[in-house]
């Protein structure tokens, strides 16, 4: 396949995309997917499997559509709406002509014959150069649709410039000039309104590129062994050098403290209210803000692999994956446009022909209802909505990668938890080590050390943590072999030693009955392996983890675990109720009494424990046969099968893996669960938000098309209404933009 990109100029919503779509979809085969389309830096990428063409042939195809195409440069930033260009300078000019041929048909004939004349209640003639000026009005007005809605009849693709156009030339052709200018100016104005709103959604994205500085202090040795500060930009920087940030600056790079001790706020990126302490190797992101002292941080990562810009580049793509309300108003306005043109044409061809009604005003009644039929209003209210709401809940720490995935939440009747590090702190500590048959117990840490310390489970790593606590050196280990959900296995001084949970003390204790034992030794055994057992049942019950260390068919020990409920956990549950979520359920592979013990105390509807990772994949697919939209939150890791087969997949903790953002379709960039009530109330706020943009946009033009149908509505009250629509659309949809704030995770 072959790749291009470009510049689209003027390619602000959707019609120009679908302008776009008609002329390059035979070149690469009727394949959507190989167009992708970024509204908001006004790109398009080309993917072709036809080896013969250029980025020239495809340059050309595209100007068919009146749109112009020129190569991408990547270095580009988002344009900024608020620069004064064309477009402001035509309108300007359009408006003035408008006024000044208005003003000169009130100085000759008086304001009340003007009046007349415009609202067409009189037959004095408007004068030549009133004429003239409504006529550079047209012109400049037209400027930018008259060409696209040509070019929009050539490929027979009836789009909103077409319309006006229609509209326009019908308007000269019955003498009504002042309706054309009135037409073309408006339309002008609405084109640019509508500009200016998709400039505001790329400045929701300036911001959170600004986020991150240009330049960052590079620490390098001078000829004369001085260690000196060298102001660098940031893609000069290269991971393993050293910078420097001083307090009250942003973080330009991610990377780990090398020197000093600080606090960060980290609200830019992950929404926390709360500065998070560093220290030397504490990790540190781009973007965040140093309160305190001076640190020197250690670059990890480039600047173009950084949380931030790794957030960036997650709601650049979010724009291509369309949500079902954006879908459903393309699809609704690309019947919605023939239709309403092929009832102007009625309008204008029936009355007159079986009721009588004259030519002339039964064709302006049909350019009435061409200009109604202007979906502008209607397609420009979700996308806006979608993107407001996208770049909101980055600012807020929550990372969502397309408008599918922002509707979702709003639709959830079930959500699924991991235990260990979503419902928990994930810190679980030592309680106890208990010995069988007197088995000393700084050797059962010793050994249980050792045979978890290559494992990343959060259980493993609280035993590893207890024995360097406790001063316990951990011994050689051979042979380690990891068991998937039970425990782990290794050779310790040529003997064969396992640790695991019951299920694995159990299989490996009851193959004593196949081996030659004497009935004795096989009476003990199964005497020592019941002892283990009822003891790790109490322990459990009490809500607490149990492993079981042994040596080939013998328990020699056991170790509780216990984890603390993660702070807001239970407030967290409650108010997912509140907002229609009653059934939440825990998926954990910890036993069957801290299972039961965690859910009563979070108050959780149902729980599943001792869970294998395919098994966490069958009780989704059971609770999607239940209940239908099922989300599944977990770490983005370990949960990763559980993930992928829910309906909507939200990781926690997900700054700084690049694992949790891809394995997930909503992350949450920091540990904070509380922002879960959040996403489900920012969702349905979408919703609501994308329904009434809907509602307007047809209300509006329902009520025009009524006073049409009565003689009441003329050409330039349609365009207004049209505009009016877009306006109200655009400032609802931006009312997003200004998101609830996530700290108490209900507002």
Not at 455 to 481: C, D, K, M, R, W
Not at 549 to 565: H, V
Not at 609 to 636: F, H, Q, S, T, W
């Amino acid at each position: 396949m072959n790749q291009f990109q470009y510049k689209i100029q003027g390619m602000d919503c959707a019609e120009e995309v679908a302008l776009i779509k008609k002329v390059l979809l035979p070149v690469v085969k009727n394949d959507e997917t190989c167009l992708q389309f970024d509204l908001l830096k006004g790109k398009l990428t080309v993917n072709t499997p036809d080896q013969d063409i250029n980025q020239e042939d495809l340059a050309s195809i595209i100007k068919k559509t009146g749109l112009h195409a020129e190569p991408w440069i990547e270095s580009e930033l988002y344009p900024d709406h608020r620069k004064f260009g064309y477009k402001e300078i035509f309108c300007l000019l359009s408006g003035l002509s408008l006024l000044l041929g208005f003003f000169y048909h009130a100085m000759m004939e008086g304001w009340l014959t003007a009046l007349m004349a415009e609202s067409d209640m009189s037959d004095s003639p408007t004068p030549t150069l009133t004429v003239i000026l409504y006529v550079i009005t047209i012109v400049t007005g037209a400027r930018f649709f008259a060409p696209k809605g040509f070019h929009a009849l050539r490929i027979l693709r009836p789009d909103i410039n077409l319309l006006v156009t229609v509209a326009i030339i019908g308007a000269i052709a019955l003498g009504e000039f002042f309706e054309a200018a009135m037409v073309a100016f408006l339309f002008s104005v609405a084109l640019l309104l509508e500009s200016w709103s998709v400039g505001r959604a790329r400045n929701a994205i300036r911001a959170l590129m600004d986020m991150s500085p240009q330049n960052a202090r590079r620490i390098e040795v001078s000829d004369d062994d001085k260690v000196i500060e060298v102001l660098s930009p940031v893609e000069t920087i290269v991971p393993g050098e050293t910078i420097v940030v001083h307090p009250g600056e942003r973080i330009p790079l991610d990377g780990k403290v090398h020197r000093g001790i600080t606090s960060v706020n980290q609200a830019p990126i992950t929404g926390e209210s709360l500065p998070v302490p560093k220290k030397q190797d504490d990790m540190v992101y781009a973007g965040s803000i140093n309160n305190e002292g001076a640190i020197e941080i250690e670059v990890t990562r480039p600047a173009k692999d950084s949380s931030l810009a790794r957030i960036v580049r997650m709601v650049e793509e979010a724009q291509s994956r369309r949500a079902p309300a954006e879908q459903w108003v393309e699809k609704f306005a690309r019947y919605y446009t023939p239709a309403m043109m092929g009832l102007a044409l009625l309008i204008a061809l029936l009355p007159p022909l079986i009721m009588g009604m004259p030519w002339g005003q039964a064709i302006y009644l049909s350019l009435v209802m061409l200009l109604i039929a202007c979906p502008c209003a209607l397609v420009i209210s979700t996308p806006v909505s979608i993107v407001a709401g996208l770049s909101t809940a980055a600012r807020s720490g929550i990372l969502i990668k397309g408008g599918a995935y922002l509707e979702a939440p709003a639709h959830l009747r079930a959500v699924a938890f991991d235990k260990t590090g979503t419902l928990t702190e994930g810190k679980p500590q030592v309680q106890k080590v208990s010995s069988l048959n007197h088995h000393d117990e700084t050797l059962i840490l010793q050994l249980a050390a050792t045979l978890e310390s290559r494992s990343q489970h959060p259980l493993a790593q609280a035993i590893v943590s207890h024995a360097a606590e406790t001063g316990v050196t951990l011994s050689q280990a051979s042979n380690h072999q990891a068991i998937e959900g039970k425990g782990a296995k290794a050779l310790i001084e040529g003997k064969p030693y396992w640790i695991g949970n019951a299920r694995l003390a159990r299989e490996l204790c009851q193959r004593s009955e196949d081996q030659n034992v004497s009935n004795d030794q096989h009476d003990f055994l199964t005497s020592t392996l019941e002892d283990a057992l009822s003891h790790a049942e109490s322990v459990e019950d009490a809500g607490h983890s149990v492993v079981i260390l042994g040596c080939d068919n013998e328990p020699m020990g056991l170790i509780s675990i216990a984890d603390t409920p993660r702070v807001g956990a239970s407030e967290t549950l409650l108010k997912l109720k509140k907002y229609g979520i009653h059934n939440t359920i825990m998926l954990t592979g910890d036993n069957q009494g801290t299972a039961r013990s965690l859910a009563e105390m979070l108050g959780i509807n149902e729980f599943y424990a001792g869970l294998l990772p395919e098994d966490k994949v069958d009780r989704i697919n059971d609770l999607k046969a239940a209940y239908g939209n099922v989300a599944m939150v977990g770490d983005g890791i370990n949960d990763a099968p559980a993930l992928a087969a829910a309906n909507l997949a939200i990781s926690m903790g997900a700054i700084g893996s690049d694992a949790a953002i891809e394995t997930s379709d909503i992350a949450l960039m920091s540990d904070d669960i509380t922002k879960l009530p959040w996403l489900i109330r920012h969702s349905k706020r979408t919703l609501r938000i994308i329904k009434q943009n809907i509602v307007i946009a047809l209300g509006l033009k329902i009520v025009v098309l009524v006073l049409a149908f009565f003689g009441i509505a003329a050409l330039w009250l349609a365009i207004v209404a049209d505009m009016g629509a877009s306006l109200l659309v655009i400032s609802n949809g931006m009312r997003l933009l200004r998101g609830a704030s996530t700290k108490s995770g209900i507002h």
